[in-house]
């Protein structure tokens, strides 16, 4: 078995993940970087029994995916009532009580294949962004091991009855709560900067005279 993985750069749970298919997989690719990064060239080129995008910096393109002789999978860090970008912080700004993590088949629009997994956790009144993050980074690992053993074992996917509940969430929606008004209440500010402050990263922000003004914190 042939296996190729996109992942980003110094992301938690990924020493797992490129252990776990190097010692279970005859060939193995890995395609390691940031999303300031072009796709590597080389991914152009191969093509494989199984592609992995795991908190991928990339989307992949049609013309790597149509290259898999079996399955594109993709592991998302949200559950299926959260598809694409900014999972997190919509679940926390909209007071979710039960969160969780996604396998799927890709196709070229992001977080719409056929789901094959899904694993769901408690998310807690009191978790910030940090929190839920840590909480879905193992969510996700025991995902994939659930997966990919699964998939290796008996040369199949799993079977699994969820299916998206709504279209991608995008980067404007995300800009968007993350975007403090004057005439806003003072909860509503308050669930915005909880849903949208993540340490040395930038989070809400507010205009005023032409000038933005950006809440962080550094840790």
Not at 63 to 79: A, D, E, M, Q
Not at 157 to 165: G, I
Request: glycine letters at 4%.
């Amino acid at each position: 078995m042939k296996a190729v993985l996109f992942v980003k750069k110094n992301k938690p749970t990924i020493a797992s993940v490129i252990k776990y298919l190097h010692n279970n997989c005859e060939e193995f690719i890995l395609y390691e970087g940031e999303r300031c990064n072009d796709l590597p060239k080389e991914a152009y080129r191969s093509s494989q029994d199984i592609l992995i995008s795991y908190i991928s910096p990339w989307i992949i393109p049609g013309s790597i995916l149509n290259k898999t002789k079996l399955w594109n999978i993709n592991f998302h860090p949200g559950p299926p009532e959260y598809p694409g970008i900014g999972c997190l912080n919509f679940a926390i700004y909209n007071e979710e009580e039960i969160y969780g993590v996604t396998a799927h088949l890709m196709e070229e629009k992001v977080d719409r294949g056929r789901i094959i997994g899904v694993k769901r956790f408690l998310l807690l009144e009191s978790d910030s962004v940090i929190d839920l993050s840590v909480k879905s980074y193992e969510a996700m690992l025991s995902l994939f091991f659930e997966v990919m053993d699964f998939v290796l074992k008996k040369n199949s996917l799993p079977v699994c009855n969820e299916a998206w509940k709504r279209k991608p969430y995008t980067r404007k929606e995300l800009e968007e709560l993350c975007r403090i008004k004057p005439d806003m209440s003072e909860e509503e500010v308050k669930r915005r900067l909880k849903a949208t402050t993540y340490p040395n990263m930038p989070g809400a922000y507010l205009e005023l005279f032409g000038y933005r003004f950006e809440y962080n914190v550094d840790r």
